[in-house]
């Protein structure tokens, strides 16, 4: 006979999480979210500034979703560091979200396909509004849950004008249903940086643990996902094989320059204790930057001895760099009593011999040969690691 299980041996309702996991599982999503929003990027039918301008629907609509989604986990991380565990409400209210963030880069490829229809532009709207509405739920869950938390009551009282961008929104329905047919897309934008604007207050400095685990998501989602992008062989041939040598090589590259942007990342922050506000929104812009790599990638390969696209890799390649300048030393402020990392950013010099190595690539493939400018970003990078190692 088998043994039976008494009723009292079953578990019961489980009532509280960890915040941890919840927070890891929810950083899984919003990183792949991120990142799969580049991918249905339209290609250009040619190599020019012109045929890349005409999609410049698709980026305007692809930095809305970025910044709502970024502003979205700054947010939350902003209040679940400052707990240790939530109840079944607030993972209901999150789960919410994380459900309305799942379907925006459906949504904003609609919208970046017909930015002036009136429906694509009210159902970013709804989501954004209800994204806002669920967050501010949230946050009251949070509080009655654990009401005398004094670091979460701080962080309220610090976001006290946190129903301004429902205002922006709630204006946007308005101005798209009157007399403005962007008026929601404009709107949005504006309750994005209102968002931004109300966050600037919580300067309480931030352990760099999620954060890590966060960026080090989107870096290993974008460079799994740049390969689907390379064309299968047109037969089972090595010649076949053999005619796609430049995609992968573009990918090589591709990876190598993502990679080292890790390693670059990860020896600034071994040794940083917390960040601020200042350090994760310039993470974030790099991030951003970064996230174009899956598009120009294929964009390269497919016109690889072609200015523009050279020009537009190394174009993002040198954005990446100059934000990476800024973002080390914005680290200074988010953790003064770091002696180590004062030395290091005090004797940091990698960033001055491959900045001249990019210029000399660029006019070298303006003048001459175009595939220059991608190899002065790998040559860039090894007297980069070169001067690192001097320090």
């Not at 008494?6 to 890891?24: A, H, K, N, Q, V």
């Not at 990142?35 to 249905?40: D, P, R």
């Not at 076949?240 to 990876?255: C, E, H, N, V």
Request: hydrophobic share 50%; aromatic share 16%; glycine share 4%.
């Amino acid at each position: 006979s088998f043994p039976t299980r008494r009723s009292s041996d079953l578990p019961t309702e489980i009532s509280y999480m960890d915040s941890g996991r919840f927070e890891t599982f929810a950083d899984a999503i919003i990183a792949i979210i991120i990142t799969v929003l580049v991918l249905k990027f339209t290609q250009p039918n040619e190599a020019t500034f012109s045929a890349l301008w005409e999609f410049k629907d698709q980026y305007i609509s692809y930095l809305m979703s970025f910044l709502i989604v970024f502003n979205m986990w700054r947010s939350n991380h902003n209040l679940f560091h400052r707990v240790k565990q939530i109840d079944n409400i607030t993972v209901i209210l999150n789960g919410i979200i994380l459900f309305l963030m799942s379907i925006i880069p459906y949504f904003t490829i609609w919208l970046a396909n017909n930015l002036y229809s009136v429906a694509a532009e009210t159902c970013m709207g709804i989501i954004f509004l209800l994204t806002h509405i669920f967050y501010t739920l949230s946050i009251k869950a949070l509080i009655k849950n654990d009401p005398y938390n004094k670091e979460l009551q701080k962080t309220v009282q610090s976001s006290k004008y946190i129903h301004i961008p429902l205002i922006f929104i709630l204006i946007g329905f308005i101005l798209t249903y009157t007399i403005f047919s962007l008026g929601i897309v404009v709107c949005n934008f504006l309750a994005i940086f209102a968002w931004i604007w109300i966050g600037r207050n919580d300067n309480t400095p931030m352990k760099t643990e999620r954060f890590e685990g966060f960026v080090d998501a989107i870096l290993a989602i974008l460079i799994t996902i740049i390969i689907l992008g390379i064309l299968l062989p047109l037969n089972g041939t090595w010649t076949s094989l053999g005619a796609r040598y430049l995609d992968f090589i573009t990918y090589a590259i591709s990876f190598v320059v993502i990679f080292n942007y890790w390693n670059y990342h990860h020896n600034f922050f071994s040794i940083v204790n917390n960040i601020n506000q200042k350090v994760i929104w310039l993470e974030a812009f790099s991030l951003f930057v970064i996230s174009f790599l899956p598009f120009i990638t294929i964009f390269v390969s497919n016109n690889f001895n072609t200015f523009i696209a050279q020009f537009l890799y190394g174009l993002d390649f040198i954005i990446i760099s100059l934000i990476n300048m800024f973002s080390v030393r914005a680290l200074i402020s988010s953790d003064p009593a770091n002696i180590a990392l004062r030395v290091l950013i005090g004797n940091y010099k990698g960033q001055i011999l491959p900045s001249i190595t990019l210029i000399f690539g660029i006019i070298i493939g303006y003048l001459f040969y175009p595939p220059a400018i991608i190899i002065s970003c790998i040559i860039s990078m090894t007297v980069g690691r070169s001067e690192e190692r001097r320090v």
